[in-house]
């Protein structure tokens, strides 16, 4: 079975500065990896995925990830926020079967609030 | 309009009333999915469904029902609703035989007295 942890519940930053939310996740078998974001009174928004390939992965507004096979892990980042980042993030794994398509189903992490400070 | 839609947006009812949330989507997606989310833990799956004719349960199905009538809807039953399932409830659609993305709708606030 897959699980995602998301280490840090809450993350307060001063805006301009850089920010990282940090995921481990874990699962038997290959995986795609997935962080969405959730504005205040709104539903989950798709920031960026990694499928194969290149391990940075590059999102909307300025976000990216790397995918690290052997720490299980995959980091979001931005190298400097603004107040209109404030929002909740999320961390998803979906496994894969052996020809690499998705089983359907996402794990979540718990999230982690990210809070923008003037 | 958006593409996952959501009724009601705010319910609040009494413990040991029927409820039911709705789910319909204009993405053309046979995948289904309901989720609930809870501060500090996450999204976790409640039932998901491949097409109408497939149902299937996620890790916390247990006083939940689900039905799907038709490719586009999907809603949601609490036979009889009990505090602990105050929650907010998202619909999510995704596109059979792909990489697991999903697309949320707006979400349902539930709240049970």
Redesign the interface.
Known sequence: AQSVTQLDSQVPVFEEAPVELRCNYSSSVSVYLFWYVQYPNQGLQLLLKYLSGSTLVKGINGFEAEFNKSQTSFHLRKPSVHISDTAEYFCAVSDTNAGGTSYGKLTFGQGTILTVHP | DAD?TQTPRNRITKTGKRIMLECSQTKGHD?M?W?RQDP??????IY?S?DVKDINK?EISDGYSVSRQAQAKFSLSLESAIPNQTALY?C?T?A????????????SRLTVL
């Open positions: 996952v995948r999915y989720y500090g833990l996450g999204l976790r799956l998901y491949f996620g998202f999510a995704g059979g035989g792909s990489t697991g993305e999903l697309f949320f709708g707006e979400g």
